[in-house]
């Protein structure tokens, strides 16, 4: 769920290195894209939405690890889990 800045056209395959050509993206798909254009996944771009209507996740995060409670025993999460609670309750 990191989120990276990937080039729309790759630029092993001629893509320029500029804001034009960046999109925002998570690792995952980042990875999986690797130096294929859109078209030859079968992909497309999202239209951009709006920023002030982004929650990050926040609440699917939170959502999330009430029904699977298992997961905060890892420190790292149940961490990031309390900073959640915290800056959505006040």
């Known amino acids: 769920m990191l989120p990276t800045i990937d080039h729309v056209i790759p630029v092993s395959r001629g893509g320029e290195d500029s804001e034009t050509n960046w999109v925002c993206t998570s690792?995952?798909?980042?990875?999986?894209?690797?130096?294929?254009?859109?078209?030859?996944?079968?992909?497309?771009?999202?239209?951009?939405?709006?920023?002030?209507?982004?929650?990050?996740?926040?609440?699917?995060?939170?959502?999330?690890?009430?029904d699977n409670p298992q997961y905060l025993s890892n420190k790292y999460i149940y961490a990031w889990y309390r900073v959640a609670i915290l800056e959505t309750t006040t």
Do not use: A, F, H, V
């Not at 079968?42 to 951009?48: F, H, K, R, V």
């Open 27 to 66: 690792q995952l798909r980042n990875g999986s894209k690797s130096n294929w254009l859109l078209e030859e996944l079968g992909w497309s771009l999202n239209d951009p939405g709006k920023l002030n209507d982004w929650d990050g996740m926040i609440n699917w995060y939170i959502s999330y690890l009430d």
